[in-house]
T-cell receptor, first 111, second 114 residues
Framework: SQTIHQWPATLVQPVGSPLSLECTVEGTSNPNLYWYRQAAGRGLQLLFYSVGIGQISSEVPQNLSASRPQDRQFILSSKKLLLSDSGFYLCAWSVIRYEQYFGPGTRLTVT | GDSVTQMEGPVTLSEEAFLTINCTYTATGYPSLFWYVQYPGEGLQLLLK?????DKGSNKGFEATYRKETTSFHLEKGSVQVSDSAVYFC?????????????FGQGTILTVHP
């Protein structure tokens, strides 16, 4: 069966510090991968998606970037965090276009 | 563009009460519709889906019917339990892309009391 992992589960970082969140998927090959953000009291917003290694598309211009160094690994990064980057970050995968499966999420607090 | 509108919460019910969470949408194409549930401190889980008009998605006692004429996908459950307390998200995907961009509503918080 397929499994998706995210780490860390929680993170507190000062403004201006770098960020690296990691997502890995097991049990499937060549998945589509996604990063979503859920800000406090709001719905989810798609940040990035990837249809293959090294292929990254951004949905929203922002302080973040994404990379896919391996087929089942998706990384979300920032060089300098802003207060507005605080939120709950969710990674998801899909093989069938209309069925996405989400990881447990990372709660990021920027202080 | 595509959008999803959910009824504002929070919704507070007693155990065994009937639940309805309204969801309406606008879409540039023919969407597939979803309900996701988020339990406290966890990620999202796919609750049910419907991919064409008049389809009824169902799971764990929850149901939703794809109503193209009213552009709606309301979530219902006949008798809620305390364990149903969670945030519920309505979402859609429009065809024409290979990757499947989900557009979410803002979420509805449900609290069920014993």
């Amino acid at each position: 069966s397929q499994t998706i992992h995210q780490w860390p589960a929680t993170l507190v970082q000062p403004v201006g510090s770098p960020l690296s969140l990691e997502c890995t998927v097991e049990g499937t090959s060549n998945p589509n991968l996604y990063w979503y953000r859920q800000a406090a009291g709001r719905g989810l917003q798609l940040l990035f998606y990837s249809v293959g290694i090294g292929q990254i598309s951004s949905e929203v211009p922002q302080n973040l970037s994404a990379s896919r160094p391996q087929d089942r690994q998706f990384i979300l990064s920032s060089k300098k965090l802003l207060l507005s980057d605080s939120g709950f970050y969710l990674c998801a995968w899909s093989v069938i276009r209309y069925e996405q499966y989400f990881g447990p999420g990372t709660r990021l607090t920027v202080t | 563009g595509d959008s999803v509108t959910q009824m504002e919460g929070p919704v507070t019910l007693s155990e065994e009460a009937f639940l309805t969470i309204n969801c309406t949408y606008t879409a540039t194409g023919y969407p597939s519709l979803f309900w996701y549930v988020q339990y406290p401190g966890e990620g999202l889980q796919l609750l049910l889906k419907a991919t064409k008009a008049d389809d009824k998605g169902s799971n764990k006692g929850f149901e939703a019917t794809y109503r193209k004429e009213t552009t709606s996908f309301h979530l219902e459950k006949g008798s809620v339990q305390v364990s149903d307390s969670a945030v519920y998200f309505c979402a859609l995907i429009v065809g024409g892309t290979s990757y499947g961009k989900l557009t979410f509503g803002q979420g509805t918080i449900l609290t069920v009391h014993p």
